[in-house]
């Protein structure tokens, strides 16, 4: 592991706090493949371990938004995840909620077309000055692959 993957993950524990679960909001997108990059921001930590970028490909359709976030899978946010799903001039806007509000509050922003999805999640930690995001954005590829 990446001394920067591992100061990233031991910026989100520091949360620590585990909670219960938080109803999921549907996201509604062209089913099919889609290439995203994610961007992880850290601006609190050195500038060589501030940024983590990953690309993969994902088989995506309707399901909880909090799925395209993958720092939503971190133990840190067991029982957090996106609330609401209004639309807000061209785009989704969710709420990041917690079964404890003192964990950590956000807001994510997606905007979804037939072609792409672009996205981005802000989040400050509960109680401390430490904020964190992660941009989503991927062009859809084509349907999925069927499973073999």
Do not use: W
Not at 4 to 20: E, I, K, Q, S
Not at 84 to 94: A, F, K, N, P, S
């Amino acid at each position: 592991m990446s001394s920067g993957l591992a100061v990233a993950r031991f910026a989100v524990g520091v949360c620590g706090v585990l909670c219960a679960s938080v109803h999921a909001s549907p996201l509604v997108l062209n089913p099919g493949t889609y290439e995203l990059t994610v961007e992880t921001l850290l601006p609190h930590l050195e500038e060589n371990l501030r940024y983590a970028t990953t690309h993969q490909r994902y088989c995506l359709g309707t399901q909880d938004a909090a799925t395209l976030f993958p720092i939503l899978r971190h133990p840190a946010f067991t029982g957090c995840g996106l609330a609401g799903g209004q639309t807000v001039e061209d785009r989704l806007e969710y709420s990041l909620e917690c079964s404890n509000p003192e964990a950590a509050t956000g807001v994510a922003r997606l905007s979804v077309s037939p072609t792409a999805v672009n996205g981005v999640l802000e989040i400050k930690m509960g109680g401390k000055n430490m904020t964190l995001s992660q941009r989503i954005t991927g062009p859809r590829l084509g349907a999925c692959e069927s499973a073999r």
